[in-house]
C-alpha cells in the first residue's frame, strides 16, 4: 500500500452514510421482491457488488441510484440520498484521516524515496502502478484509485495559499517507471507543477554524503489553527503521527534534507537535462 492505496486484501472501512444508503437500497430491492441477482441483472452489477453497496462496504458510482430507481419504484429516496454519501473511494482507512486533514492545511510537506507523490503522478505514472500491484487489481478498483488519486490532486490548484512543499529522490525519475513516454510525460507533468506559486519542489541527488531522511518518507501538515501533524507509511499500513515530539523530530529531519536537496533552481535544471536524455 502507497499514498493512500486500498490494495486487495480488503474494502475500506465503511461510513454512516454509505450504510444508511445500503440499508436503502436493501429495503428497496427487497419490497420490490427481487433478489440480489436479480437486482444486479436488471442495474448491470453482479451480486457480489450489490451485497457490498448494501452492507455499505462499496461506493456506488454516479449512474447507480438512476439505474436502481429505475427497477424500485422511482421513490426517488436512493437520487436524493446519493448526493450525501461521503466515503472518498480508494482511500485506505488508516489514510481518511490524513487526508481530511490534508483538504484544508496551510502547509503540506512530502519527502518520497519509494516512488513519486500520489499530488504529482501523472494518470499514465499512476496507471503503471496499479496494474502493477500484486495481489491483481480488477479494472473497477484501479478507476476506483485513479478516481480518488485524481480528486486529492485538485488540492494542489484549488487551493492557492497552501504552502505544498516536496523533496523528491532523483531516482525516482532515473528509474523510467512505465517506459520512457510514461516518464518523459511525468517529468514534463512536474516541472510544470513546479511553476506554481505555492508549490516547491526539489530533487534530491543520487550522490550525496550526508541524508536526514534515511529512515524512509514522510509527510507533515499544518492545520489553520497551527497544528502540525506527520505521516509515515509502510507497505500494508500507515502511522498517524500526533505526538508533538516526534512531529517536531521530523520536523527537524525535513529541515536538513532541505538543505541538503538541490535549490529549487537546480532542481528544475536536473529535471530538464534528464528529460533532455529520454
Not at 486487495?8 to 427487497?30: C, H, I, K, M, N
Not at 456506488?60 to 472518498?88: H, I, K, M, W, Y
Request: aromatic content about 6%; proline content about 4%.
Amino acid at each position: 500500500m502507497v499514498d493512500g492505496v486500498v490494495g486487495t486484501g480488503g474494502e475500506p472501512e465503511s461510513s454512516d452514510s454509505l450504510r444508511t444508503f445500503g440499508a436503502v437500497v436493501q429495503a428497496l430491492r427487497e419490497h420490490a421482491g427481487l433478489s440480489r441477482e436479480e437486482f444486479g441483472d436488471l442495474v448491470g452489477l453482479s451480486k457480489h457488488t450489490v451485497a457490498s453497496v448494501e452492507l455499505g462496504r462499496r461506493m456506488p458510482d454516479p449512474t447507480f441510484a438512476d439505474r436502481a430507481e429505475g427497477v424500485t419504484g422511482n421513490t426517488g429516496a436512493l437520487r436524493r440520498s446519493a448526493p450525501c454519501l461521503s466515503r472518498q473511494p480508494g482511500l485506505a482507512a488508516w489514510f481518511r484521516r490524513w487526508a481530511r486533514l490534508e483538504a484544508t492545511a496551510i502547509t503540506l510537506y512530502t519527502y518520497e524515496c519509494r516512488l513519486i507523490p500520489g499530488l504529482l503522478q501523472t494518470e499514465a505514472y499512476a496507471r503503471t502502478l496499479f496494474t502493477n500491484q500484486l495481489p491483481p487489481m480488477d479494472d473497477e478498483q484501479i478507476e476506483a484509485q485513479w478516481a480518488a488519486r485524481a480528486e486529492r490532486q485538485r488540492l494542489l490548484r484549488e487551493r492557492p495559499n497552501t504552502a505544498f512543499a516536496f523533496i523528491l529522490e532523483e531516482h525516482l525519475f532515473r528509474r523510467r517507471t512505465g517506459g520512457l513516454e510514461v516518464t518523459r510525460e511525468l517529468i514534463d507533468h512536474v516541472l510544470a507543477i513546479a511553476e506554481l506559486r505555492n508549490v516547491e519542489i526539489q530533487v534530491m541527488p543520487t550522490e550525496q554524503e550526508t541524508h536526514a531522511g534515511l529512515d524512509g518518507p514522510m509527510r507533515l501538515l499544518e492545520t489553520p489553527e497551527n497544528k502540525w501533524f506527520a505521516y509515515c507509511e509502510g507497505q500494508e499500513s500507515g502511522q498517524f503521527i500526533a505526538d508533538s515530539k516526534v512531529v517536531s523530530m521530523l520536523q527537524m529531519r525535513y529541515a536538513r534534507m532541505r538543505s541538503q536537496a538541490l535549490t529549487l533552481k537546480d532542481s528544475v535544471s536536473l529535471l530538464q537535462r534528464m528529460r533532455g536524455e529520454l
